[in-house]
């Protein structure tokens, strides 16, 4: 278990529903960041959040945005949800360490199913 | 769009056999990691190497990393059942954010 949490763990919307998706970090971290994976392909990179501020973001349009809040946890929300929205998001939690390596901790994720 | 390429992209062994996983990339890197999924859930931290890095060694991991190349191979020895799962590769590049871009992964198949 890596300690970080994710809800719900699915979710059925349908086109053009908006959703939220939550994501709480392990304890003493204070990034997290978002990735898309679909079936059969590698997880992509959608945002990131450090100390509540977007710290860089995805090739993903403005209809998905985020929160971070200030005990780190944070949000995903995407609107205008269409059929490719259609996947497993992950929410990864880390501390940035002065070297710039680090790891960063996945939680279980949010199967998203748009129909 | 994906910057590492694992291969192969399906592996079947019988167990007790080494598993071997192969990565490329297209950039300059700071490290690069791997990473375990079972089943389409959360990603499992395996290892990670430094771009000045040659070889680790974790358990029953041994990853190698050839910047010259943009290559990496990850090594499972005398695996087991338990071993099957999706193995991704992922590089991080630097900048001010620590974002990892992925490869498609290498689905792993142990047969007891």
């Known amino acids: 278990e890596t300690g970080v949490t994710q809800s719900p763990t699915h979710l059925i919307k349908t086109r053009g529903q908006q959703v939220t998706l939550r994501c709480s970090s392990q304890?003493?971290?204070?990034?997290v960041s978002w990735y898309q994976q679909a079936l059969g392909q590698g997880p992509q990179f959608i945002f990131q959040y450090y100390r509540e501020e977007e710290n860089g973001r995805g090739n993903f349009p403005p209809r998905f945005s985020g929160l971070q809040f200030p005990n780190y946890s944070s949000e995903l929300n995407v609107n205008a949800l269409e059929l490719d929205d259609s996947a497993l998001y992950l929410c990864?939690?880390?501390?940035?360490?002065?070297?710039?390596?680090?790891?960063?901790?996945f939680g279980p994720g949010t199967r998203l199913l748009v129909l | 769009s994906q910057q590492g390429e694992e291969d192969p992209q399906a592996l079947s062994i019988q167990e007790g056999e080494n598993a071997t996983m192969n990565c490329s990339y297209k950039t300059s890197i700071n490290n690069l990691q791997w990473y375990r999924q079972n089943s389409g859930r959360g990603l499992v931290h395996l290892i990670l190497i430094r771009s000045n890095e040659r070889e680790k060694h974790s358990g029953r991991l041994r990853v190698t990393l050839d910047t010259s190349k943009k290559s990496s191979s990850l090594l499972i020895t005398a695996s087991r059942a338990a071993d099957t799962a999706s193995y991704f590769c992922?590089?991080?590049?630097?900048?001010?954010?620590?974002?990892?871009?992925f490869g498609k992964g290498t689905l792993l198949t142990v047969n007891p």
């Open positions: 992922a590089t991080e590049g630097g900048g001010s954010n620590y974002k990892l871009t």
């Open positions: 304890s003493g971290h204070n990034t």
């Open positions: 990864a939690s880390s501390s940035p360490q002065a070297t710039g390596q680090e790891t960063q901790y």
